[in-house]
Nanobody, 124 residues
Framework: QVQLVESGGGSVQAGGSLRLSCAVSGRTFSIYAMAWFRQAPGKEREIVASITRSVGSTYYADSVKGRFTISRDNAKNTVYLQMNSLKPEDTAVYYC?????????????????WGQGTQVTVSS
């Protein structure tokens, strides 16, 4: 079992920044990769970024490349998402997810464990 707890969401104006954190506990040694997804009202859950636990290989959705940065601190069992130059279209609930099997996967149903989500609202 793995528990994921997100924090750091909130409301910000366009152009602003937020930093999300995901604290991981439990069978952390079994995790191969971590990811951030987001889901806006009426839309499908989509991947934002992912990172492998050991090597730190990253993947970014085209919509956030150059603006968002995913990172991990294995000593603290925490994954971060630094979000800069935020846009109103970034408004969504952001979820942290863990993959026990491989890295670089982009479909939400391929991930094994999920956090409860944190709301990010960007106003124009």
């Amino acid at each position: 079992q793995v528990q994921l707890v997100e924090s750091g969401g909130g409301s910000v104006q366009a152009g602003g920044s937020l930093r999300l954190s995901c604290a991981v506990s439990g069978r952390t040694f079994s995790i191969y990769a971590m990811a951030w997804f987001r889901q806006a009202p009426g839309k499908e859950r989509e991947i934002v970024a992912s990172i492998t636990r050991s090597v730190g290989s990253t993947y970014y959705a085209d919509s956030v490349k150059g603006r968002f940065t995913i990172s991990r601190d294995n000593a603290k069992n925490t994954v971060y998402l630094q979000m800069n130059s935020l846009k109103p279209e970034d408004t969504a609930v952001y979820y942290c997810a863990a993959d026990f099997h491989t890295g670089g996967r982009s479909r939400w149903y391929e991930y094994d464990y999920w956090g409860q989500g944190t709301q990010v609202t960007v106003s124009s």
